[in-house]
Structure formats: C-alpha cells, structure tokens
C-alpha cells in the first residue's frame, strides 16, 4: 500500500525534474547512458544519481507504468542499511549549485517533506494517543485555540492521505481473490503504513547523521528486483 501510494503521488509529480529516480525500472538505450557519462553505479544513491545526471543533460522523463513492486531485506538490520542509503542520497546535493532556486524547492519539496512527517510521527503519534487517553479518563486539560486547529489540521490530512491510498492501492495492486485482498489490507493499511513510516525515522536520522559529520561507511546494497519472468526469488527478502 505505501509504494502504490508513493508512486502514484510521488512519480507524477517528478518528472518537471530533477528526476528523483530510485530502484525502478527504465528504458533507454546505452547510447544514452554513454552521452549521459556521469552516471556512478557505486554513488551513495546510484539512481538518484542517474535521474539527475540526465536531466543536466537535457533528457526528459516520460512515465509508462508508475505502480511498482518493491523489494526490500527482510532482515531488519539490512533494512536500516538498505533504507539509510536511500534516505542519504539527496542530502548529497543539499545547496547544489547545479541547481537554480525553483529546481531546488521542487527537488527537496518531495524528499524533505516525507522524510520530516515520519521523524515527526515518532513524537507527534505516541504524544497524540496519550493526550486522547487523558482526555477519555477525564482530565481536565487545556485545549488552546492553535492546538485545536492544529489536530484538526493534522486528522484531515491524515483521512484525505488515506484516502487517496486506497484509491492508489486500488488501481495500482491486483489481487488474484477476495480472500488475498482481506489479507493484504489486514496487513497493509493506514495504521500498519503509520507505524511503518515511524521506523523509517530510524534510517533517516541516521542519514543526516551522515551528512553532518561526514560518515561515509554505508555499505553498497543492490536490492534484487522481481519481474513476471523470474521463478526464484531469494528468500532472504520480503515485499515492502
């Protein structure tokens, strides 16, 4: 459910550029990879790199199918590795000269923007359900004005966001029966995508620990992808 929705209100959005590519799948000839030149398979997010790369070179980026199925390890510690590597990338052209100010505010609008909600969730969230159980024992507690408006403005968000989920999930995952769909969104659902995004925290706090002090010791991870075409897939990864 998060990769539909991320997809479709992401993708779409990005193709004005600087192309936010990652882990997808393109086509384009090697001639084009030859005149791009600059393109570093071990760069710290090397699709980033690529999508960037290109659109200094003058290529435009066109969108045949932006609903994907992403694969991620299984393994938790391999998943912070996996995740922190991705969360660093654009961090690399933090103040990028190569970029004018309107370039800029729409290449950070995208990345700072979700990275900042899942940070916040881990204090907004916990903090959140505990003054709600307050407020159900019967404590007398001061709602300002601002407060009110600002968890007023919080909750519709999180509905509207919801909802468009659904309506992403919807057109963008096939189910093969109705006993298939119940399990998917018993597992995958605003609540699981809540809690899902607040462990994401983790790997991003630890990317701009990179970026601030320069810690360059991330390991290079190449996530395998699955197509129609593959009958194996390790087993040491999971849908994300």
Known sequence: MGIAAWCNSIYTKTTKGPYQLLGKGYFLTVEDL??????QIDATTEDLTLGIDAYEAGYSLGIIDR??????PADFNDWVSQKRRWAAG???????????????VRFWTYSASNQVISVVNVIGVP????????????????NSPPLVIITIVNLLNWVYYSVKTYQATIHGVQFESRLER????????????LI???????????????????????????????????VEMDSSYVDD
Not at 34 to 39: H, K, L, S, T
């Open 182 to 193: 119940v399990k998917f969104y018993l597992s995958s659902n605003p609540i699981s995508q």
């Open 34 to 39: 030859w005149e791009i030149g600059d393109w």
């Open 127 to 142: 903090a959140g359900i505990l003054y709600f159980m307050f407020v159900l024992a019967g404590f007398d507690l001061y």
């Open 90 to 104: 654009p961090y690399s052209y933090l103040g990028s000269d190569d970029f004018d100010f309107r370039e800029l």
């Open 67 to 72: 609903y994907i199925q992403d694969i991620c």
């Open 196 to 230: 899902y995004s607040m462990l994401w925290a983790i790997p991003i706090s630890l990317a701009v620990w990179n970026y601030l002090f320069g810690d360059e010791t991330r390991e290079f991870h190449v996530t395998p992808k699955q197509t129609d075409t593959e």
